[in-house]
């Protein structure tokens, strides 16, 4: 189980530094819809490592869940279908599956650790998360707060189109990270939201435990509003 976490950790890894990913893909000549395919494969292969892993008897209510979801995709798609978009509607479905199959991978790699594995696992997600939130936050606060700073941050006055909800010259600015992007961010910020929820709700270590739990997640669902994503 800790070559599963430590998967779902490079997930996260490769959501934050997804504009990173962009501009190497730039460089290289690679269309880096190459690499976000490659990622959701990856989120894939864990998801079913991780159903592989479940014990029989929590099988059949682990498949009475996935046939639900099952059922609600399969009825998204025929929307999309009968409006002879099926194409956009795979597209966004891929959007709404990410955090199922991370959330399933993390609920069974988390409960197959032993306590050592989890609270070292824990300990340092927790730290990294703290320092990427805040870095968010304080960036935000800079280049929406202090124009004349912008250059600090981005090389230029200009600041790059997706930051804005409507495109360049849109009013409205979306929260981000240089290296990392709206988009790509508001990912990391999804599933790591999740993951905290998840930690909240299995875990039961004392007051001052779930109040860090409860304040990250609440920052992270925070800092996904302010990004304005939906997709990478």
């Not at 599963?4 to 490079?10: E, F, I, M, N, V």
């Not at 399969?74 to 991370?102: E, H, K, Q, T, W």
């Not at 709700?201 to 800092?223: F, Q, Y």
Request: aromatic residues 12%.
């Amino acid at each position: 189980m800790k070559r599963l976490a430590a998967g779902l950790l490079a997930i996260l890894a490769l959501a934050a530094l997804g504009q990173v990913l962009k501009r190497a893909c730039d460089l290289a000549g690679v269309p880096f819809l190459t690499v976000t395919l490659l990622r959701d494969l990856f989120l894939a292969g864990l998801f079913f490592w991780a159903l592989s892993a479940i014990p029989l008897q929590r099988a059949q209510r682990v498949a009475s869940v996935l046939l639900l979801f099952f059922v609600l995709f399969s009825i998204y798609l025929a929307a999309y279908a009968f409006d002879n978009r099926l194409i956009a509607g795979i597209v966004y479905l891929r959007i709404y599956l990410l955090p199922v199959l991370f959330f399933v991978a993390a609920h069974v790699a988390l409960q197959g650790l032993d306590r050592g594995g989890m609270d070292g696992l824990l300990k340092a997600f927790l730290w990294l998360n703290a320092s990427i939130v805040m870095l968010a936050f304080a960036i935000y606060a800079y280049v929406l707060l202090v124009p004349s700073g912008r250059p600090m941050v981005f090389g230029t006055y200009f600041v790059p189109t997706a930051w804005f909800v409507s495109g360049a010259g849109g009013s409205l600015m979306r929260m981000g990270l240089p290296m990392t992007g709206p988009n790509s961010l508001g990912i990391y910020f999804g599933l790591t939201a999740l993951l905290l929820l998840f930690l909240l709700l299995w875990r039961s270590e004392g007051r001052k435990a779930s109040a860090v739990l409860m304040l990250l997640a609440g920052a992270n669902l925070i800092g996904l509003v302010a990004t304005f994503s939906r997709s990478s």
